[in-house]
């Protein structure tokens, strides 16, 4: 049951000194969407993360938040009109406990004073309607297992209540377990409403849980699909460039013929 479309990117282009990373991207995410963004290393995966978070600054191209063209130039940017990003090397921070990560940077207070059982409250309530079993929110991360952390990283990008959230390679370091306890969390997130963006180059886990898989292709699109009406194969074909759809694509969209 997907929704309304809330983020798209329209012709946005990225380039880094000599190198071209992202060309004329159009992608668009829906509410109650888990849209996969697979490709090759190198293929601009992450700068069309970074580009939509507001650490990197498009050459060119528009960004539309629920319809309209936005300026997203910092991070905070991003953050306030919904959308939250989980990074591929995740910021927690060891020796702090779980409360403390999910509300680094964002402390609520009272009267200037850290407000701890406010803070510990939000946290057990956000963690239980993600249905997010950790022993305790008063142990530190760095006694938290691989999927537990990463799952606390997630818990995190979701404090400020966002529309979209983006993953960068969630499951790239755990094993499978772990693996399924972070697609179970993606599928809740999806369940609650949220646009996700899955990155991943883990094909079971882009086959279990996408709505829509979006390839990128030396920094261009080479197609869009729905996961249900697409195999594997085709997916693979799309990233390793031995089918060429971003004609298709384009024709599709009804832009073809501009320059
Ligand atoms: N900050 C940067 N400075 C220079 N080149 C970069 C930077 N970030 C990414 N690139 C280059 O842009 C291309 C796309 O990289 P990236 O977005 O990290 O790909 P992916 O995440 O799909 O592996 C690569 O050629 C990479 O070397
Ligand atoms: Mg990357």
């Not at 490709?39 to 992450?46: E, I, P, R, T």
Request: glycine fraction near 10%.
């Amino acid at each position: 049951m997907t929704g309304e479309t809330v983020l798209a990117l329209r012709g946005v282009s990225k380039r880094f000194g000599a190198v071209q990373a992202l060309t004329d991207i159009e992608l668009e995410v829906r509410a109650g969407e888990v849209l996969a963004l697979v490709g090759d290393n190198g293929a601009g995966k992450s700068t069309l993360v970074k580009s939509i978070a507001g650490v990197h600054q498009p050459d060119e191209g528009t960004i539309e938040w629920q319809g309209r063209p936005v300026s997203v130039h910092r991070p905070q940017d991003a953050q306030q009109l919904g959308i939250a990003t989980v990074y591929q090397d995740l910021a927690l921070c060891d020796n702090l406990d779980v409360v403390g990560n999910l509300f680094l940077g964002r402390e609520i207070r009272r009267f200037a004073v850290l407000d701890e059982v406010a803070m510990e409250k939000r946290s057990r309530s956000l963690l239980d309607t993600l249905s997010i079993r950790i022993p305790s929110v008063r142990i530190p991360v760095a006694s938290l297992s691989g999927g537990q952390r990463q799952v606390v990283a997630i818990a995190r990008a979701l404090v400020g209540s966002p529309k979209v959230v983006m993953l960068d390679e969630p499951t790239a370091a755990l094993g499978v377990e772990q693996t399924a306890q972070v697609l179970d969390l993606v599928e809740r997130l999806r369940d609650q409403g949220l646009g996700v963006i899955l990155i991943s180059h883990n094909m079971a886990d882009v086959m279990a849980v996408a709505d829509t898989v979006a390839v990128l292709r030396l920094g261009r699109n080479n197609g869009v699909f729905d996961k249900r009406r697409t195999s594997q194969e085709e997916i693979i074909s799309a990233i390793t460039g031995a089918t060429d759809n971003a004609v298709t694509r384009r024709e599709a969209r009804g832009t073809e013929g501009s320059p």
